[in-house]
């Protein structure tokens, strides 16, 4: 009879133990009988290394593994989890992870749209796992669609609210009529949102997922520095009213796409139809569209951020690179033989509304329309409107809200800058891009 050897236990390292690090511990301690059954070897957590290993741990966390030399940690494990964030020492870290052999599980956007061709490099040359599914839109299976199943098709788009807590803020201007501050605080109480919101409300954590998402579905590198980027802050209640009132909701939207130009890739708040499913999307989920030639449109939908949804793409990960190293082989490495050039922001193409106060005289509609004529924006439609409280507005004043058909950014600024020249133009209230009509 041939002896049975028990396999070999892999050892996983954890680096962070914050809001998603706890529940990455406390998924692998409860579930660790399946995880060993479907990896086909138990999963050993060898350390956790946190900044300060003095401070209160939720109790699913054991004390004696924690550690603050997360340098010392990282060489002696099989698996390396990162769920500190940040750049450095995030970087350094996982680059010593894969030179000393270890296979890499990352939720750091921020990291991997700065400078993720250093580390698939690395872990390129060193034949090891580079894994980020909880890098992008949380719990929701998004990377490796894109990166494997759709490996056969060609991705022309790919739409989406990547952010949950711009998607609840601007959720609770809608729906209980908050303004911007008021929705940010109610978000910062129940934790979606930081102590400093910046990353969130002006659109870095969206356009890192963008950079991310556009990398893999065009097979061309783009970081955050080449997707436009404009956040909520400048989203008003009267905005919001306006969207109502035209059959929109305003959401926060990444959208990346191959133009003739080469990819563009741009994060901004936009007006969506009422009807139309991203609309739907309620308090901190995400959803992502990706529209491919042979696949046509894809829709995924689901928790976008929060400690136990993101733990369970970080543990879809370990259980891939667990799964190479009990069986040999290993993931894709990254692609970027296209090679496509970044589209300037200026080129991109999109629909437009823009809201303006003008003297309300006979000739005025004309002039304004004969600027959008003159520099080739299509009108779709013009409306003078009452204000969203009927009746406030000041005597003689007419409230325009102006949509167009498709027009560049460039086409468009010059427009707008030339009717805020005209004399009967008191004021232009907003300009906001229109998607997915
Ligand atoms: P937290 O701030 O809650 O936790 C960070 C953890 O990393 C803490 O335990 C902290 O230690 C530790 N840490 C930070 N810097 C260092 C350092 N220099 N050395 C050692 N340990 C360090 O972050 P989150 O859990 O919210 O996020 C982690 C990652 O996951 C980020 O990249 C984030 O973008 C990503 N992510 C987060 C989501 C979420 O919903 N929170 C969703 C998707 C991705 P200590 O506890 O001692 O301070
Ligand atoms: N702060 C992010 C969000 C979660 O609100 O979606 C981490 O990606």
Redesign the pocket.
């Known amino acids: 009879m041939v002896p049975v050897t028990a396999p070999t236990a892999l050892r996983v390292a954890l680096?962070?133990?914050?809001?998603?690090?706890t529940q990455v511990v406390r998924l692998l301690t409860e579930q660790s009988a399946d995880l060993a059954a479907r990896v086909g070897a138990p999963l050993e957590l060898v350390g956790v290394?946190?900044?300060?290993?003095s401070?209160p741990r939720d109790p699913a966390v054991d004390r004696a593994l924690l550690t603050?030399d997360?340098e010392g940690l990282v060489r002696r494990a099989d698996i390396v989890i990162?769920?500190?964030?940040?750049i450095e020492?995030?970087r350094s870290l996982l680059l010593s992870a894969v030179a000393a052999g270890a296979s890499v599980v990352?939720?750091?956007?921020?990291?991997l749209a700065e400078d993720g061709p250093t580390l698939y490099r690395a872990a390129d040359e060193a034949g090891v796992d580079v894994y980020y599914e909880?890098?992008v839109a949380?719990a929701i299976p998004i990377v490796r669609p894109v990166r494997e199943s759709l490996a056969g098709d060609r991705v022309r788009r790919v739409l989406g609210i990547l952010n949950?807590t711009t998607n609840y803020v601007l959720d609770q201007m809608t729906t209980n009529g908050l303004g911007l501050d008021d929705a940010v605080r109610q978000a910062q109480a129940l934790g979606y949102a930081e102590a400093d919101p910046t990353a969130d409300v002006e659109g870095f954590?969206a356009a890192a997922k963008a950079a991310i998402l556009a990398s893999l579905a065009f097979h061309t590198r783009v970081r955050i520095d080449d997707v436009s980027r404009e956040g909520i802050s400048s989203v008003t209640a009267d905005d919001v009213a306006w969207a109502a009132q035209t059959g929109h909701v305003i959401k926060l939207l990444a959208i990346c796409e191959v133009t003739d130009e080469g990819v563009s890739a741009r994060v901004h708040p936009a007006l969506v139809p009422s009807g139309h499913p991203l609309a739907t999307v309620r308090g901190a989920f995400n959803a992502v569209f990706v529209e491919a030639d042979a696949a046509g449109e894809l829709m995924f939908y689901g928790r976008?951020?929060?400690?136990a949804?993101?733990a369970s793409a970080v543990l879809g990960d370990v259980v891939s690179v667990a799964r190479h190293r009990v069986l040999g082989g290993k993931g894709p490495a990254e692609s970027h033989y296209a090679q496509l050039p970044i589209a300037s922001p200026q080129e991109a193409v999109t629909r437009y509304q823009i809201r303006l106060e003008v003297d309300d005289r006979p000739g005025v509609l004309a002039q304004v329309a004969q600027l959008f004529a003159e520099r080739g924006v299509s009108i779709e439609a013009v409306r003078q409107a009452p204000r969203p409280a009927a009746g406030d507005g000041p005597a003689g004043v007419a409230h325009l809200v102006i949509t167009t058909h498709d027009g560049t950014e460039t086409a468009l600024a010059a427009t707008v800058a030339a009717i805020e020249g005209l004399d009967a133009v008191q004021t232009v209230t907003s300009v906001l891009r229109v998607e997915g009509a």
Do not use: F, H, I
């Open positions: 680096l962070g133990c914050g809001v998603v690090g290394a946190v900044r300060d290993a401070a603050e997360a990162e769920v500190m964030g940040g020492p995030a990352t939720a750091n956007k921020a990291l909880a890098a949380g949950g954590d976008g951020a929060g400690g949804p993101t």
